[in-house]
C-alpha cells in the first residue's frame, strides 16, 4: 500500500518502524491487563462535547486525518482538528513557506484549502466514519464568510463542533486582524454564534498583550470554549543572501520555543474565563501536556510535533495514563487547573 505523507513531508524525520504501532499497541493491552483493570476515567468536557481523552491534534498540522492512518488509529484520539476551511478556494502563500528555527518552525501557509463545499463534499465523506470528535477550523477574511462557512458546517451530522481561527498570522485581510482586538473578536464571535448551534470554539491569538481581555470577549459573546495559542509572530533571515527566508516575510512561529509563552497564556486565559480552555503550543509529549492541563487547560491539542513523530498523540496520551497511574489519578480532571 502506497504510505501517504502529510504536507510537510520534507519535515518529517520518521525514526521508528512503523510496523510496529496499532497491532503492537493492540497486543500490549490484551496481554498487559494492568491497562484493563485501571479505573481511570480520562473524559472531559468541551461544552458538549464530551472527548474520550484529552488528546487532540491542532490544525494544519494533522491534515484531515486519513493523512495518519497508516501511523495510528485516529479513533484513540479525543478530538481532530482539521486544517483551516474558508468560504471559497485558497492557494495559500507563495514558497518558500516554511523555515526551520533552532527549536521550532516558522511557517506561512495561509490557509491554503479547496473551499467549504469541497470540504462537504470530498473530504466529509472519507472521515465521517471516525469514532471521535471531528472539529473543523474555520478561517476567512470577512465576517460574512465565517459565517458562510459556519452555516454549511452546521447541518453535518459528524461534525460537532468548529474552531474559529481568529489568530492567523499569515494572511493579508482577516485571520489574525480578528484576534488582536477585543471589538472585532467580539463581532465574529457574536456573528457565527447566530448561525451555528454546536460547540463554538474560538482560537486565540498570542500575537497581543493582554490575552485574556480578548478570551473575556469572545465569552461575552457566545464562545463555548477557547483554545491558546495559535503561533506566534516571527521572522527568519538568511545572511548570505540578505534576505528573509519566508515569501511573506514574517510566518508563524510554533514547536517547543513557544510552550513557556502558552503555558502562561493558558494560565492567564483560565483564570478569566469560565468557559473550558483549551491549551497548544509546543506539547510534544506527555509531560508537556500535563503543564498545560495543570495550567487550566481542559484538554490539549498536539501540532508540529506530528511533523517530527507521526506518533506522537499517541505516545502522549499513552504517558499521560502512565502519569495518572504513577500519581494515584483517577479522573485527569482533577489534575485541571491542580497547581500547587
Ligand atoms: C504548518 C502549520 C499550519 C497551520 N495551519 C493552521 C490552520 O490552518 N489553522 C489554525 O488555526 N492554526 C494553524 N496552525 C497553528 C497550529 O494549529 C498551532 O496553533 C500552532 O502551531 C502552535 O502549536 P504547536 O507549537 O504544537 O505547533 C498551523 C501550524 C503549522 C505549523
Known amino acids: 500500500m502506497e ?36 479505573m481511570l476515567d480520562l473524559s472531559v468536557n468541551v ?21 495518519f492512518d497508516d501511523f495510528i488509529d485516529v479513533n484513540r484520539l479525543g478530538g481532530i482538528l482539521t486544517k483551516a476551511c474558508t468560504s471559497k478556494n485558497r492557494d495559500g502563500n507563495r514558497y ?8 521550532g518552525m516558522l511557517n506561512s501557509v495561509g490557509l491554503q484549502n479547496k473551499g467549504v463545499e469541497y470540504f462537504i463534499n470530498t473530504i466529509y465523506p472519507k472521515i465521517e466514519h471516525y469514532d471521535t470528535h471531528i472539529i473543523v477550523n474555520v478561517s476567512d477574511s470577512t465576517v460574512e464568510g465565517y459565517m458562510e462557512v459556519a452555516e454549511k458546517l452546521n447541518s453535518l451530522e459528524k461534525v460537532n463542533g468548529i474552531e474559529l481561527n481568529i489568530s492567523c ?24 454564534r447566530g448561525v451555528y448551534s454546536k460547540t463554538m470554539i474560538v482560537k486565540l491569538s498570542p500575537n497581543v498583550t493582554n490575552i485574556a481581555e480578548i478570551a473575556k470577549a469572545v465569552e461575552d459573546e457566545g ?11 516571527g521572522m527568519a533571515i538568511d545572511a548570505e543572501k540578505r534576505r528573509p527566508i519566508l515569501s511573506t516575510i514574517t510566518g508563524g512561529l510554533s514547536g517547543p520555543a513557544i510552550k513557556p509563552i502558552a503555558l502562561r497564556m493558558v494560565w492567564q486565559v483560565s483564570k478569566a474565563v469560565k468557559i473550558p480552555v483549551i491549551g497548544l503550543g509546543g506539547i510534544s509529549n506527555a509531560t508537556d501536556a500535563i503543564e498545560f492541563l495543570l495550567a487550566g487547560a481542559t484538554a490539549i491539542q498536539v501540532g508540529t510535533a506530528n511533523f517530527i513523530d507521526p506518533q506522537v498523540c499517541i505516545k ?25
Not at 495518572?324 to 497547581?339: F, P, S, W
Open 316 to 340: 502522549i496520551l499513552d504517558g499521560i495514563e502512565e502519569y495518572c497511574n504513577r500519581h494515584g489519578v483517577k479522573d485527569i480532571k482533577e489534575l485541571i487547573g491542580a497547581l500547587n
Open 96 to 103: 518558500p513557506r516554511m523555515a526551520e528555527t533552532p527549536a
Open 169 to 192: 498570522p499569515n494572511v493579508k485581510e482577516g485571520g489574525m486582524a480578528f484576534g488582536t482586538s477585543c471589538p472585532m473578536a467580539g463581532a465574529v464571535t457574536k456573528a457565527v
Open 223 to 233: 464562545a463555548d470554549s477557547v483554545s491558546v495559542i495559535n503561533t506566534l509572530l
Open 3 to 38: 504510505t501517504k505523507l502529510p504536507a510537510s513531508k520534507d519535515l518529517f524525520l520518521i525514526r521508528e518502524s512503523l510496523n510496529s504501532t496499532d497491532q503492537d499497541q493492540n497486543k500490549s493491552e490484551i496481554e498487559n491487563p494492568k491497562s484493563k483493570i485501571t
Open 47 to 67: 461544552h458538549k462535547l464530551m472527548l474520550k481523552n484529552p488528546v487532540m491534534s491542532a490544525s494544519g498540522t494533522f491534515g484531515y486525518g486519513i493523512e
